[in-house]
């Protein structure tokens, strides 16, 4: 079978590597891909975003399925495109309709389809411009700190958490009129629950789910948890705390009622669904629901996957996945982000990467990389190290030593990651 993956991240590359030991993969192509991508299968010059871009290159190389990595398309319609297209009605695609994306793509319909199937999450209210007075109250029943959420899409920067209930009340204000352009036409306002983030990860075919190996990333720049949010700065899997008995209550509780609702609501999805939890008191709510793997957790969750991730697409694609039971790799995968010095904020790229070559024991994943005379970096997020071992700090030994060998110029990773969970 040929494949198209869509998108150019760390997790692309971890999804990637694991599709490329799969007997049933013909041809690999990944649009656009980064320069670890190009070492596994064919990069295309194409953004995930063009959709007829995207439909030349599956009619010129004969896909078969394409595999969407990143939530914009899946939000702009990629997956209905297919569905609607004559010459594309025989390509597969793993992703969701438009519609199960709004689940990432507004999270006023993602809390609507959360109270209406029942699903624990944070009280809340939508408000715009027009409701701010009712906004306003609603941020008086609440307790600080006060959660804000520009409905739509965001780049990750939409969720405001502000401790001074004036300064809720004004960043509403800016919010409304245009603070996130129109993705903050409308917020969220949220009740603040206090507890330990993981973040959760099934298939789907629509009928049944299959559980993928859980994670818990490392978001803040800083060590300790400090300083500016990021995409992502490292993860571990499995989470020590997500112990079984608490993982029942997220199937039962969560996943189910999700799956469930779609089959309610009449909400075609074939694909991935990323659960941000939250555990209050043992007890696990919904943060926030994504409509892809993440990233850097994908780094450690393909690893994890023992079953060959193909057949899981395949079986997808078919409406049989509750033919398939899974194997995960016990043990314990990390990763540790390398980034650019700088980011999150502004940071330098066209730096050369050396040493790649003398890593031993460890999985490299590209993040923001490509190829040019070398390896140079292209993003703030540049490389993922993961290692496998008996336990977190087996594991991360292995990360960190192979993280010092690896060069480019102001370099930065954490030196905690897992530091919570031990
Ligand atoms: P989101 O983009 O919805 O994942 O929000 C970003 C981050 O804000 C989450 O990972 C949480 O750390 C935090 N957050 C969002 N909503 C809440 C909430 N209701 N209570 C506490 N923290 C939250
Ligand atoms: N690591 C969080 C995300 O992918 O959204």
Not at 126 to 132: E, H, K, P
Not at 256 to 278: A, M, N, S
Not at 357 to 376: P, R, Y
């Amino acid at each position: 079978m040929n494949i198209l993956l869509l998108g150019s991240g760390g997790r692309e590359h971890a999804l990637a590597w694991k599709m490329r030991v799969s007997p049933l993969l013909d041809n690999l192509f990944i649009a656009p891909g980064n320069a670890g991508t190009g070492l596994i299968g064919k990069n295309l010059n194409v953004d995930p975003e063009d959709f007829n871009g995207v439909k030349n290159a599956v009619i010129k190389n004969n896909i078969e399925m394409v595999v969407v990595g990143p939530e914009v398309p899946l939000v702009k319609g990629i997956t209905d495109f297919f569905l609607n297209d004559p010459d594309l009605s025989r390509v597969s695609v793993i992703g969701p309709s438009s519609r199960g994306a709004q689940l990432e793509g507004s999270k006023e319909f993602a809390k609507q389809f959360m109270v209406q199937h029942k699903i624990p999450t944070a009280r809340y209210l939508a408000v715009t411009l027009d409701t701010i007075d009712e906004g306003e109250r609603f941020l008086n029943t609440l307790k600080s700190p006060f959660v804000l959420k520009a409905d739509g899409l965001a780049a990750g920067k939409g969720v405001l958490i502000i401790d001074d209930i004036d300064e809720a009340k004004n960043e509403l204000q800016m919010m409304l009129s245009g603070k996130f352009g129109k993705a903050s036409n409308t917020v969220v306002i949220e009740e603040f629950l206090s507890g330990i983030e993981l973040s959760v990860f099934v298939v789907t075919d629509g009928h049944s789910f299959m559980m993928l190996p859980e994670a818990k990333d490392y978001k803040r720049i800083g060590e300790g948890d400090s300083g500016l949010n990021t995409g992502g700065m490292g993860a571990v899997s499995p989470v020590p705390f997500a112990d079984e008995d608490f993982m029942n209550k997220v199937e039962k509780r969560i996943i189910k009622p999700t799956i469930e609702g779609f089959k309610e609501d009449g909400i075609e999805y074939k694909g991935f669904i990323f659960f941000g939890l939250i555990k209050v008191e043992g007890e696990p709510y919904v943060i926030e629901y994504n409509v892809r793997l993440g990233d850097p957790e994908t780094e450690v969750v393909m690893p994890r996957l023992q079953t060959d991730v193909v057949e899981v697409f395949k079986a997808v694609a078919a409406g049989r996945l509750k033919d398939l039971t899974p194997k995960f790799d016990p043990r314990t995968a990390v990763t540790v982000m390398m980034v650019s010095g700088g980011y999150p904020g502004k940071y330098e790229k066209g730096k050369n990467i050396l040493g790649l070559d003398h890593v031993e024991g460890s999985i490299v994943f590209h993040a923001g990389t490509t190829s040019s005379n070398g390896v140079v970096t292209s993003g703030g997020r540049v490389l993922a190290v993961t290692s496998l071992g008996s336990s977190i700090d087996e594991a991360l030994e292995k990360s960190y030593r192979n993280a010092e060998k690896i060069q480019f110029e102001k370099k930065y990773y954490r030196k905690d990651i897992g530091f919570d969970l031990k």
